[in-house]
């Protein structure tokens, strides 16, 4: 599987990327926005993506019981890789302490 570079979130597969930004341009231009609006638009949706993934990070954390330390709040908050919220989200539901999340 190849992966692409993106500004907000490093490398993930391209087929998540297109389907992210299809969906913020497709309902851009049903709204009848001009094409670069639209362009805009879908990077708006890939930002809403990876900040759903980092509150869901936090939420898992919490439901887990862990008192997310301040230091690890602040990290999870100020990511916006994709690839780094999905292998923490991914270790955050089977690993203890918290620490080990992030290594």
């Known amino acids: 599987m190849t992966t692409e570079n993106h500004l907000y979130q490093g490398e993930y597969p391209p087929s998540l ?10 309902i851009a231009l049903a709204k ?10 879908a990077e708006g949706f890939v930002r809403g993506y990876v900040r759903g993934l980092t509150r869901a990070l936090l939420l898992l954390l919490d439901a887990r019981g862990f008192s997310s330390p301040e230091q690890a709040g ?20 089977v690993i203890d302490p918290i620490d080990d999340v992030f290594s």
Do not use: F
Not at 17 to 26: D, S, T, V
């Open 74 to 93: 602040e990290r999870i908050r100020n990511c916006a890789d994709l690839s780094t919220l999905t292998t923490w989200i991914g270790r955050a539901a």
């Open 32 to 41: 009848g926005m001009p094409e670069s609006s639209a362009e805009h638009v």
């Open 17 to 26: 990327l297109a389907e992210i930004r299809a969906e913020g341009r497709a």
